[in-house]
């Protein structure tokens, strides 16, 4: 089952983005992809329609760090965190998953192969590629697992999914 964070505008809490979205995916195939589905769908709520290159980024970046979640970050039982967040200028889309698998020490960025053909990796290495930045953090809840965060620039310094190749 997936449940959502409540909007901002009922804790009164001031935010320095327009948009927020959170909600919890079983650590699953299906979770994952309910993740990457909502989140582009999120998108278009915002303005960025299916498919324009903002909502086709973001969604591959979520769908291969929700995978991650789903299949390395997995405890069974537990669930798995997206958040979306959209800068109030609209420039930046900040996309964290939390998980709750307890690997100890996370590294402050994540451990990306340089190798795109590699063997394992592919995904993360494809993310790095497409985000302006990528870190690893512990969850902001405490407890086990950690948070893999993603930033998006939308003013054009983080390159397009047709580039990537490149």
Known sequence: MTTETPPNERTARPTAHAEEFSMCFTSTPRGARLARRLASHRLDV???PYESEV??????????LAANAATHGRVPGRDFRLSLALAAARDLVRIEVTDTRDGGLSPARPCVPQDPEAEEGRGLWLVSRLASRLSVGPRAEG???KTVRAELDLCGEAPAISQVSE
Do not use: K, Q, S, Y
């Open 46 to 48: 915002w303005g960025f």
């Open 55 to 64: 909502n086709e980024t973001v969604t591959l970046v979520v769908a291969e």
């Open 143 to 145: 407890g086990p697992g």
